[in-house]
């Protein structure tokens, strides 16, 4: 089992920053690629970011890249969400996961699930 704990989100300003923290326990962090989903009300849980056991490999949706940078420390079991320039249409709920598998785009092959952190952006 791996738990999973997010942390740092909130209400920002359009055009504001926040960094999302994942703290992990359990199982070897470092056995694991981990990913950022969000959820916003009505909608699909999608992909926002994937990173790869050593951190070498990082992957982002579209409507993120050069915004958000997703990194890990795994000698502080911890994963990281930097969220730059934010617009009203990233608000949602921020997921992390964590799966056994290559950097899964598909949220159905991860298997560890925290229970996710509220983002606001205001106009």
């Known amino acids: 089992q791996v738990q999973l704990v997010e942390s740092g989100g909130g209400l920002v300003q359009a055009g504001g920053s926040l960094r999302l923290s994942c703290a992990a326990s359990?199982?070897?962090?470092?056995?694991?690629?981990m990913g950022w989903f969000r959820q916003a009300p009505g909608k699909e849980r999608e992909f926002v970011a994937g990173?790869?056991?050593?951190?070498?490999?990082?992957h982002y949706t579209t409507s993120v890249l050069g915004r958000f940078t997703i990194s890990r420390t795994n000698t502080k079991n911890t994963l990281y969400l930097q969220m730059n320039s934010l617009k009203p249409e990233d608000t949602a709920i921020y997921y992390c996961?964590?799966?056994?598998?290559?950097?899964?785009?598909?949220?159905?092959?991860?298997?560890?699930w925290g229970q996710g952190t509220q983002v606001t952006v205001a106009l």
């Open positions: 359990g199982r070897t962090f470092s056995n694991y690629a």
């Open positions: 990173i790869s056991e050593s951190g070498s490999i990082n």
């Open positions: 996961a964590a799966s056994s598998k290559a950097v899964p785009t598909n949220r159905f092959e991860y298997e560890y």
